[in-house]
């Protein structure tokens, strides 16, 4: 990511340096790898560190990044009371972008694609069942 291109590559760049403002390089490396999957930075011994705890997978994005992005930036629009229509729209718009900046893995991909029709549905006259949402959305965190 960080030697490609265009528009995805320069925002990728802004928010890579924009993590890291005001920290250690250490703790920079853990925010960057923990928002963009990005671990070229860290020290091999915190890389370690994080492998002999088990907790490697907090520093690559996942299905869950994408489920707890998309959830705040939907609940977080509606305290300005915008339709649920436009709530969506912005939810699904910003929700691809950030999938593209951080390189879009397949895991995160997946969750974006089940999230796109679940935030879809009732822009498409169909209805959300709370039960099936929520274990969709639970199966996404946990793949």
Do not use: C, N
């Amino acid at each position: 990511m960080g030697e490609e291109r265009g528009w995805i590559g320069q925002v990728h760049r802004r928010t890579d340096v924009a993590l890291g403002y005001g920290l250690r390089p250490r703790e920079a490396a853990v925010v960057r790898g923990m928002v963009l999957g990005y671990r070229l930075l860290m020290p091999e011994e915190l890389e370690k560190s994080f492998q002999r705890s088990g907790i490697t997978h907090v520093l690559a994005i996942s299905g869950q990044h994408v489920v707890i992005l998309a959830a705040v930036i939907y609940l977080a629009i509606r305290i300005f009371g915008l339709p649920p229509t436009l709530r969506a729209g912005v939810t699904m718009g910003l929700m691809w972008v950030y999938i593209l900046i951080a390189g879009a893995p397949p895991s995160a991909i997946r969750a974006g694609v089940v999230a796109t029709f679940v935030l879809a549905a009732p822009l498409l006259g169909r209805q959300v069942s709370p039960l099936h949402f929520m274990t969709t959305m639970l199966a996404l965190v946990l793949a």
